[in-house]
């Protein structure tokens, strides 16, 4: 059966993993640019491409099956110096948005937030993009809670290898293997599709930090300033 799957964010790379992987189903794809969504998805038949102004403001889209909110930003430089604009940004796109497009669209079958390992394990330099994307995961929590019918699915992952750090590719450099390719991350959403999968954590060295950090939060903390402190 066809499936209805709205995703945004999907000029990032990983939204265009997805697609590929996703050839038989109808796909409302979105984005903040209309130009970058048609030179990338124009050719193809069974994707209706609209603008994140359009969607929220068109009053029918029709049953979403799926709804995978894949669009994040990120600034990660001191609190001090980032600007009230800046803040307000990572929120909008990280946290509200999400919410809106959920309370909107209403997904019939499954909701898939892509949040962030930083939500779980948070570091210096990213105060405001960790906590918008903590403030995701409680969210998405909360709402399995409330409307157990519906699976809700959280992709927690650390670095991947996309345009999200094309400003920072020293960044990269410094993590190393830790930064997960576009497509690894694309099939492993795409495999939980229809599935009840509460979370899916990459890579699993993160996931096990994140685990012991809620744990021992204090010596984290010190080890993460000591010596992983590299955006």
Same mark, same amino acid.
């Given at each position: 059966?066809?499936?209805?799957? =709205?995703?945004?964010?999907?000029?990032?790379?990983?939204?265009?993993?997805?697609?590929?992987?996703?050839?038989?189903? @109808?796909? +409302?794809?979105?984005?903040r640019r209309k130009e $970058?969504?048609? !030179?990338?998805?124009? @050719?193809?038949? @069974? =994707?209706?491409?609209?603008?994140?102004?359009?969607?929220? /403001?068109?009053? !029918?889209?029709?049953?979403?099956? +799926?709804?995978? /909110? /894949?669009?994040?930003?990120? +600034?990660?430089? #001191? *609190?001090?110096?980032?600007?009230?604009?800046?803040?307000?940004?990572?929120?909008?796109?990280?946290? *509200?948005?999400?919410?809106?497009?959920?309370?909107?669209?209403? #997904?019939?079958?499954?909701?898939?937030?892509?949040?962030?390992?930083?939500?779980?394990?948070?570091?210096?330099?990213?105060?405001?993009? $960790?906590?918008?994307?903590?403030?995701?995961?409680?969210?998405?929590?909360? *709402?399995?809670?409330?409307?157990?019918?519906?699976?809700?699915?959280? =992709?927690?992952?650390?670095?991947?290898?996309?345009?999200? @750090?094309? !400003?920072?590719?020293?960044?990269? $450099?410094?993590?190393?293997?830790?930064?997960? &390719?576009?497509?690894?991350?694309?099939?492993?959403?795409?495999?939980?599709?229809?599935?009840?999968?509460? !979370? +899916? /954590?990459? &890579?699993?060295?993160?996931?096990?930090?994140?685990?012991?950090?809620?744990?021992?939060?204090?010596?984290?903390?010190?080890?993460?300033?000591?010596?992983?402190?590299?955006?």
């Amino acid at each position: 059966m066809t499936r209805t799957i =709205v995703i945004t964010g999907a000029t990032g790379d990983i939204a265009q993993e997805i697609v590929k992987q996703l050839p038989d189903d @109808h796909l +409302i794809l979105v984005s903040r640019r209309k130009e $970058a969504l048609s !030179e990338l998805y124009g @050719h193809l038949t @069974h =994707v209706t491409l609209f603008t994140t102004d359009e969607l929220l /403001n068109k009053e !029918e889209v029709g049953p979403v099956d +799926i709804l995978i /909110n /894949n669009a994040g930003f990120g +600034i990660f430089k #001191p *609190l001090m110096s980032q600007t009230d604009a800046e803040v307000t940004e990572q929120f909008v796109i990280n946290t *509200l948005l999400p919410i809106q497009l959920t309370r909107q669209l209403t #997904p019939q079958r499954q909701l898939v937030n892509i949040a962030s390992i930083s939500g779980k394990l948070p570091t210096a330099k990213s105060s405001i993009y $960790a906590a918008s994307k903590a403030a995701l995961l409680t969210f998405s929590d909360a *709402l399995r809670m409330e409307n157990p019918a519906l699976i809700v699915t959280t =992709v927690n992952t650390g670095p991947v290898r996309t345009k999200f @750090h094309k !400003e920072n590719q020293a960044y990269l $450099a410094k993590v190393g293997r830790t930064a997960l &390719p576009a497509e690894k991350v694309a099939t492993k959403i795409v495999q939980s599709l229809g599935r009840k999968r509460r !979370e +899916i /954590n990459l &890579p699993w060295t993160l996931s096990t930090a994140s685990r012991l950090r809620a744990l021992m939060p204090g010596l984290f903390d010190y080890l993460s300033t000591r010596f992983f402190n590299f955006k």
